[in-house]
C-alpha cells in the first residue's frame, strides 16, 4: 500500500513552521509496512487543497489529511472533500451534542462557530475525537474497484496522536497480518564510523537486512527492523539485538527512547548510591540533565559550576599549585574537581569537568573543544581526555554524554573504566 | 510571484527526517515577496520526480528543488528533469575540471562516479558551487509567454546556503523593485493573550498590516514586516517597532536573534557587574544557559545546585528553621538562596529559585509548577512567585526564563522590580 500525507495549513509553508505531524503519522505507517511516497504542505485555500486531493487519491491507495478541521473560516479541509468528491456535508446533532457538552464542563457557552465542527460526511466514518472538538473521517472510496482510502485528521498534534492510536492503527492492522518490528540500540563515547566498523560482521550476517545508522546529540543509533508476522518477525527482531549486545557490550546504553541520564539514574537509584557535580566549561548541564530525570532528588545530591579559579580552589579545594603548574583546564584540575565535589556534597561519586568550550579561548596545545572529564568514587578517581569538535553548545552538549557515560560505564564495569572482554555465545 | 519547493530524498519521508531545508528557502523568497503555496517531498525515483515537476511547473512561475545533485545511482533529480521537458544534458569539460580539482586539492582521486555531476543542461545557467561538488540550475523556461523559472539546488544545507544568497536572491532581486523588511520583538514574562491585549491599539492604528504574534519556549515573539522598496518600507518598518517600544517598554527583551541569556549578559559585562546562582528545581540549567554565552566567564562566577536541604543549609546558608516552617519550596528561602550565592561567590547579584517541577511532588497549596524566583543585590532582595504549566523540562526552562528576566528587569529599572511609566513620545 503507497500512501501520501496532506498538511493543510498556511502557516506550515512560513520560515518557522514544519510539518512535524508527518513524523508521528509515518512512524504509525511504517510498522504496518505502509509505504510513504509524497507528502506536501498546502495553504488554508479551498482550490489548492481540492487540486491537491484529487491529485493523491489518483496516485495512492491511502491519503491522509491532517489539520484544517477547527471551527474558523481558514478551516476549510471538509469543504473542499466534499467539493472535490461530490460528497455532502451534514450537520450530526449528536456530535453537535458532544461538543456542546465539551464546553458546558467549562462552564462555557457553544460559540457559534463550532456548529460547523459537527458537519460530517454522509455514508462514511465519523472519528470521534476524545481530545478536542474537531472530529475526524475515515472515507472508504473503494467503491470503484481498488481500495482507496481517505483519513481526516485533524492538525493539533495531542488530537492526532489520540486518533492515530484509536483510529487509524487499529484500521492499518485489520487489513493486514504483516506488521514491522522495530528497536533502536544506542551507543554513545564512539565515532559513525568506528560503530559501522564493529558492524562489519552484522552486516556479513545478514545482507539485505534492515539496518541503519544515524549519528546526532553525541550517541549513535542503529535502528533495527523486522517486517512480517509477528510469531516470526519479533524474534528475528530480538535475534538481531542480542546479536548487537554481542558485538558492542556494554557500549550499548540504552534501547529506542532511553536517555542516558535516565539511565545513570536508575542504575545509582538501584544501589542506592548517589552523585554530584563539579562544572566548569559545561556550566552546570550536567546537573541540569540529570535533574531532567523526574525522581532524581533520590540519587541527585547537588552541584558547583566553577567558572572562576577562585570557586575551584575555596569552594572545591583544588590545590592553587596545581593550577600555576598545569592550568585551570588540565587532567589533575578535573580529578581534584570530581574528588572536591564528592567530598563537598557527601555522595558516592563526584563528576569533575574542565576544558574550552570555545569559540575563543584555545591555545597551541590546549585548543578548543579539549575537555578532561574524571569521576571519583570512594577508591580511586579515573580520568580521560578528549577532543571534541563543534560550536560551544555542541560541545558543552558532548561533554556532558561523555561525563555521564564515564560513571554509566565505571559503574557498569565493577569501579573501573576498563574494558572488559566483551562476552560471546 | 507564487512559487512552489519540492525536496527530493526518500530519507526525507522516513520516520526522523523533515526537510529543513524549505524553511531557509521560505525565508529568502519572503524578503522577496515571493509567496510560497505549496511544500512536497517526493522519494529518489525518477517517475515520481517527473510527475511532481510537472504538476508543479504548471501551478507555479517559479519552481525550486532542492537535493537529489549527488554522485550516486540515487540521485535522480538532473535525470528527472531532463526527461519531464526534454531537455538533453551534456558532460560540461570545465565543470569536470573543476570537480577534480576539487578531489587533488585533498590529494585524492576523483572517483568515476563523481562525472555524472558534470552533466549540465544546454543552454541554461549552471550555478557554481563553491562549497562542494554538486552545481545547481537555473532553468529560465518562459519562452512560452509567461515567466516560469526552475531553481534546481543541492540538498546539503552548507551548500545551499551559498547557492541561495550567491544566485537565488540576486536573481530574486534582480526581478523586482520590491522587497520586505523584517524584524522580530521579543517580548518575555507575558502570556500570549496579554501581548495580544496591549497590542490593541496598535492594530487599530495598521489594520490589515502584516504583524503575528508567535509564543513558545518561554517568550512571545512579535513579528513585523513592511513590503516595498528600500527608502519607503524601511522606514516604516522602522516606525512600527518604535510604537512597540512605545507600548512594551521594557518588556521588550530583545530583537531578531537575540537570547535573553545574551542581553542580560551583555547588561551586566557593560556595567562590570557579576553574577552568582543558586538553583533548586532548576537544577543547574540557569548557570548552564548564561555560560552558553561566550565570554561569559567575565560576569559569571559560579552556582551551586542546591537539591537537598543540607545543600541549601551548610552551601548556601539558608536558615534551617525557615525550612522547618515554610519548606524548601518557598518564598523565604528562595530569598536566601539569591542572597546565600550572592555572598558565597562574592558576586554583584545573585538568582536564587526553588520550586516544584513535577510531575510528582505537588501538593494542594504547592501543586506541581509552583516556582520561586528571587534576585538579591548589594542593596536588595526581590522575589516573584509564579505557577507555570507544562512538562517538567518546559516547567523547568519556563522557570530559567523568568529568572534571567528578572535579573534584566532590575537592572534595567535602577535597583527594582516595579515598573516605570512607559514613556510615550
Redesign the interface.
Known sequence: MRAAIIAVGSE?????K???N??RL??SL?RFGVE????????DRVD?LI??LK?MLD?CELVITTGGLGPTEDDVTKEAISSALSLPLWLDPQILSLIEQRFTERGLTMPEVNRKQAMVFAGHRTLYNKRGTAPGFHLDLSHLGEPKHLFVLPGVPFELEGMLEHDLERWLRSTQDQSRFRRIVKVTGMTESQVEELLQPFYENHRGEPVTV?AGHGEVQIHLQADGRADDAFPRLMQYEQELHDLFGDRIFGLDDEQLESVVGRLLGSRGETVS?A?SC???????R???V????AY?????????R??KQF?LGVDPEVIDRDGEVSEEVARQLARGARR???TTYGIGVTGI????GGSADKPVGTVHVSIASPTTTEHRKYLLAGS??LI?RYATQLALNMLRLFIVRGGTLDRRETPRR
Not at 294 to 297: A, D, E, I, V
Open positions: 506550515l509553508l512560513s520560515t518557522t514544519l510539518d512535524t508527518s513524523l509515518a512512524r511504517e510513504v511516497v509524497r507528502k506536501s504542505v498546502v495553504p489548492d487540486e491537491e491529485y496516485r544515524l557535580t562544572e559545561t556550566g552546570g548541564l550536567i546537573a541540569s540529570i535533574t531532567d523526574s525522581g532524581s532528588s541527585f545530591v547537588g552541584g558547583v559550576t566553577a567558572y572562576t577562585d570557586v569552594m563537598r556534597f557527601g568550550a570555545g569559540p575563543s560551544r553548545e558543552k
